[in-house]
């Protein structure tokens, strides 16, 4: 069977990332076609529109989709594009990696953010000159259908602790909402958890890391916390991460399009790579998820690296030696 | 001109901490009226309110107000209080003091937190069975006069860098016009400043702690970050807070009750003792704040230790050190 994806490299380094993940998934023995579509700040300045109707289409209908990064217009590119996919969840692994510099070693989470509400619903007013309101909205549905894939996600991939991550002591009935549908599903299907308010938590993941394993969130929780956790680890350089619909699913490095290093070459191509293996588990290929994780393991331990690693190394060089390693 | 603190201990280690900033207070040469009022779980408990009408009141006619902490019902105590004294501004140095153990020695941030609107606004509703909704508000006057204070704390404490942290790229309209009430008071003042948005800012804080001093938050933002920030200079432990309203304050450190050592004789006074600095210092005895705080940092660099800080001395032990030292 051969796989659609929708490659999206938007603006500035990811025009040079995206292609190196391109170029690791065709090393393998998976039939691919690659459609490329344009997004961000270049197509708004050329086009008028940031995400081209052509381009919404393309993701909704390939079998999983290949994100760089956007530039200024990266919200008006990603929250269309996560919505193009149906996105209920934004999965963001945050690990240490040996040999790569980190303030915390021992970090081993997974975020299981929230991806189609809280404040991200986005309905604002300015109600009287200078009084402005945002909804924020949080459903039972949406609770427990993030709750349940966070579960679920800490069963399969060998996840101890489960945390619940909330502000339920303030925002009394929505993220009360959240716990108690995240609860309700705990109670029904037996599995264990805790959970702990967001402000809080902010400090334990920074004091003991070691003592997290996934972190289900809120929209905006997650925004803040898996930001945080790459802070840990060392940055968002290495960071991939997926957007899961039912259906289908979108993948993207947490980096942004880095216009300070943008055009010369030395992107680390390390992150999308990542999110490309995401791509290959969610449509079944395991094996060659594993793979493609190992060899981009090994080459950050001890193969070529790019300047942000301290490295002299091109995303060429690195893209070689992962293809190398495979 | 005798000064009228209400003395408000609360729950768990409260009732250990609080007396002790007091006698520190009480070994300098200012006269003092403390008042003590009544809050927290036991109260909840054993009058059936957790917060009684006389203690609020007695919060609002004070000259200042030291608060220790509470347990369960700290949302239930802490947000009156900090309306009863009419609290714009929450404000929270987090600092690494030399001789404590922490991830970034370098730290020494401030953060100007907004106190009034913002999600704690607290208008929720149950709109259908399992939607619920919260209107998270932002004005332009709350949004001013919280930058104008961040601002002129930043200049008359001689910090370089502020930033103003935000999610205007999601919260278009409500952090945008918190950003642009921020941006229209320093361009009126001539102040300068940076703009960050709050996921990348978390990262940034654990990265690079030394190029931030001053950071203006709306509310939620400001919680959480602050509590990150402690994460950054060893925990709660040490942290001391304002709330600051037009005439009339309240201080507290930002650890909760500890029920698991409370009762025990061995709290750490320090960030309450440091908090009472912080109220010296708004009643116009910048003198003796400068004192107090200079006696807590020689103890914490030489003196005897509770158990959180590696030692086995006794809360009183470490108060009579600080004394000693003033
Ligand atoms: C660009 C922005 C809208 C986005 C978000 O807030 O989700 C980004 O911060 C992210 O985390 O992917
Ligand atoms: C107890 C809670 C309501 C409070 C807050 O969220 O403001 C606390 O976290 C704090 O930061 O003082």
Known sequence: MTELIAVIPGDGIGQEVVPAAVEV?????????FVEGDAGDAVLEARGEALPEETYELAANADATLFGAAGETAADVILPL??????????RPARAYPGVDSLRPETDLVFIRENTEGVYSGIESEIAE????????????????IA???????DSNGFDDVTVAHKANVMRMTDGQFLESAVAVAEEEGYEYDDALMDALAMHLLLRPEEYGVVICPNLAG???????????????????????????LFEPVH????????QGIANPAATVLSAAMLLDHLGYGEDADRVTAAVEGVLSDGPRTPDLGGDASTTDVTAAIV???
């Open 256 to 263: 942004g399009s880095a216009p300070d290093i943008a055009g």
């Open 82 to 91: 996560r919505e193009a996919v149906d996105s209920f969840a934004n999965v």
């Open 130 to 145: 200078g009084v402005t309101t945002l909804t924020r909205v949080i459903t039972d549905d949406a609770s427990r259908k």
């Open 223 to 249: 925004d803040v916390l898996s930001d945080l956790a790459a802070g840990l680890v060392g940055g968002l350089g290495l960071l991939p991460s997926a957007n899961v619909g039912e259906e289908n699913a």
């Open 25 to 33: 998934l065709e090393a393998l023995d998976v039939e691919f076609e």
């Open 324 to 326: 190398d390693q495979l």
């Open 148 to 154: 349940r894939y966070g579960f679920e996600y800490a």
